[in-house]
C-alpha cells in the first residue's frame, strides 16, 4: 500500500490550504484514513480521520476550521483547511488503518505566516 501526500505550501494566516491523499496498492475497502501533523520537537498528532462508511473525528484544535473528507472510488482523502493559524504549522502525514495494518504517506510541509 502506498499514500501520496500532496497540497501543503505556504499561506498566510486566515487563508485556506487543502490537501489530498491518495492511496494505491491492495487494501480492504473498509478502513479509516486519517491526517496527522507533527512539529520539531513533537511528537505526532491526529488531526482527523474518515472511516470508509463517512463516519469523522476531530483534534478539537481543528473542529469548526477543517473538513475531512474522502473519494472512496478512487481511494482519495481530502482535508480542506480553513482559518488556518500560525499554529497549524506542520509537516502533514496521512494515514491509512485496515484490520491490524496500518500505512503511512510522505509528509507535506504546511506553513502558516502570521
Known amino acids: 500500500v502506498q499514500l501520496q501526500a500532496f497540497g501543503g505550501g505556504l499561506v498566510q494566516a486566515g487563508g485556506s490550504l487543502r490537501l489530498s491523499c491518495a492511496a494505491s496498492g491492495s487494501f480492504f475497502s473498509i478502513n479509516i484514513m486519517g491526517w496527522y501533523r507533527q512539529t520539531p520537537g513533537k511528537q505526532r498528532e491526529l488531526v482527523a480521520w474518515i472511516a470508509s462508511g463517512g463516519i469523522t473525528n476531530y483534534a478539537a484544535s481543528v473542529k469548526g476550521r477543517f473538513t475531512v473528507s474522502r473519494d472512496n472510488s478512487n481511494n482519495t482523502m481530502y482535508l480542506q483547511m480553513n482559518s488556518l493559524k500560525v499554529e497549524d504549522t506542520a509537516v502533514y502525514f496521512c494515514?491509512?488503518?485496515?484490520?491490524?495494518?496500518?500505512?503511512w504517506g510522505q509528509g507535506t510541509q504546511v506553513t502558516v505566516s502570521s
Open positions: 494515514s491509512l488503518t485496515t484490520g491490524s495494518n496500518h500505512y
